[in-house]
């Protein structure tokens, strides 16, 4: 006897034993051996292989209060998580509070004070927003981790960028959030986190680099800066810069290792060199340590072209 077919928008993920339902699918159907038990009242095609919001959907279709929250909501919003929380794949899953937790196998359940316009829909799954979700690692991470977090949603380039992106929220948005709960688990690590956080850092490490200087007592340096050539085009985009002394901060991650990626750094130093600018280059190594070789090798560039320390 051949299976009735899944309506289509249950087989590109996880769904609900509800959300089946209200398709009209029989519970008869929806314990054949093509589909997977994720979880209690949860199924899996299982020739789908669903990411993102897709493979967690089926956890906020059980009722109408529960949202994804903390690390799940993080990686739905594409946060950079440290090591230890991307390496847990439970679910966060929260309700209001006044209700009880979410209790199921590989959730770990919340109960939240949520303000309506904190909780937002993203492909078909409930989750919290980018400034919650940011207030709401802060019991969770440091206060550079939560930066570095702060910083990815915050980001954005103009089109004078090769790759323009545009903010998942603002500075005064998570601000804000922060004022709006003064109570919550983390709160005065969000207080001091909000005021590091900058607009135009791309990765954790570009994060990593700008709280080392600062740690050290160096000058801030400038995020979102192009340099013009003299055709009036953009001809650098620095990871970070002091336009004053004429430095340009590089970031070399894993991707640079390539031949293609390799000959474009050496022309960006050449273009760096021609329009009078001093070219530093970071690695990963450079910013391992409670003493980061960065830190000299920036400071060595600014006493080249003048800085000295007050």
């Not at 005064?172 to 909000?194: F, I, Q, S, T, W």
Request: charged fraction near 25%; proline fraction near 7%.
């Amino acid at each position: 006897m051949r299976r009735a077919p899944l309506p289509l928008h249950l087989t590109t993920g996880s769904f609900s034993l509800r959300a089946a339902d209200k398709a009209g699918v029989t519970r008869t159907r929806t314990q054949a051996q093509d589909l997977v038990t994720v979880s209690r009242g949860i199924r899996l095609p299982m020739d789908a292989a669903p990411s993102g919001a897709a493979a967690m959907r089926a956890y906020t279709e059980l009722d109408d209060e529960s949202v994804l929250s903390l690390g799940s909501a993080a990686r739905l919003w594409a946060a950079p998580l440290p090591g230890r929380l991307e390496e847990d794949w439970r679910i966060h899953l929260a309700r209001r509070r006044g209700l009880s937790a979410p209790r199921r196998v590989n959730v770990v359940g919340h109960v939240l004070t949520l303000f309506p316009d904190e909780v937002v829909e993203l492909d078909g799954a409930r989750l919290t927003s980018p400034a919650r979700t940011w207030l709401d690692l802060a019991s969770a991470l440091g206060v550079d981790e939560l930066v570095a977090v702060g910083d990815a949603l915050v980001c954005s380039h103009g089109p004078e960028f090769p790759v323009p992106r545009e903010p998942l929220c603002g500075i005064e948005e998570l601000r804000a959030m922060v004022a709006r709960h003064p109570g919550c688990r983390g709160v005065r690590k969000a207080r001091a986190a909000v005021e590091l956080i900058r607009v135009g850092a791309d990765s954790p490490p570009e994060t990593r680099l700008r709280l080392a200087l600062l740690h050290a007592g160096l000058p801030e340096p400038v995020l979102n800066l192009v340099v013009w050539g003299g055709a009036g085009a953009p001809v650098l985009w620095p990871d970070a810069a002091y336009p004053e002394w004429r430095i340009a901060l590089q970031y070399e991650g894993a991707h640079h290792n390539g031949e293609d990626q390799y000959l474009r750094d050496i022309r960006r130093a050449d273009t760096a060199a021609f329009c009078g600018w001093l070219e530093v280059r970071v690695s990963r190594l450079d910013l391992a340590g409670e003493h980061p070789a960065a830190v000299r090798k920036v400071r060595a560039a600014l006493e080249s072209r003048g800085w000295r320390a007050r």
